[in-house]
């Protein structure tokens, strides 16, 4: 069973920068790609960034420009560097991976205050 466990969230002024992990349990060459969802209170879960296995990636249009993915392989990690973050990034970021099957982490909270 494969795990994904996030780190990295927290309070944060507007204009400021985080940066989140996903570690997993395993290797994540078996899966397609690995991404970055959140959820706001009230909101549905939306896609922030998604990586492939190849490295092609793609970004939610809010974030264009300020959010970056990226994956090192030998850790079994998936990155997302938030930079410029806005009081509307405000929400639980959660990991995601999909292979034959979609697995979630447990979600880390993000707060950016204004």
Same mark, same amino acid.
């Given at each position: 069973?494969?795990?994904?466990?996030?780190?990295?969230?927290?309070?944060?002024?507007?204009?400021?920068?985080?940066?989140l992990s996903c570690a997993a349990s395993g290797?994540?060459?078996?899966?397609?790609?690995?991404?970055?969802?959140? #959820?706001?209170?009230?909101?549905?879960?939306?896609?922030?960034?998604?990586?492939?296995?190849?490295?092609?990636?793609?970004?939610?249009?809010?974030?264009?420009?300020?959010?970056?993915?990226?994956?090192?392989?030998?850790k079994n990690t998936v990155y997302l560097q938030?930079?410029?973050?806005?009081?509307?990034?405000?929400?639980?970021?959660?990991?995601?991976?999909?292979?034959?099957?979609?697995?979630?982490? #447990?979600?880390?909270?993000?707060?950016?205050?204004?």
């Amino acid at each position: 069973q494969v795990q994904l466990v996030e780190s990295g969230g927290g309070l944060v002024q507007a204009g400021g920068s985080l940066r989140l992990s996903c570690a997993a349990s395993g290797s994540i060459f078996s899966f397609n790609y690995m991404g970055w969802y959140r #959820q706001a209170p009230g909101k549905q879960r939306e896609l922030v960034a998604r990586i492939t296995s190849g490295g092609n990636t793609n970004y939610a249009d809010s974030v264009k420009g300020r959010f970056t993915i990226s994956r090192d392989n030998a850790k079994n990690t998936v990155y997302l560097q938030m930079n410029r973050l806005k009081p509307e990034d405000t929400a639980v970021y959660y990991c995601n991976a999909v292979n034959n099957r979609i697995y979630w982490g #447990q979600g880390t909270q993000v707060t950016v205050s204004s």
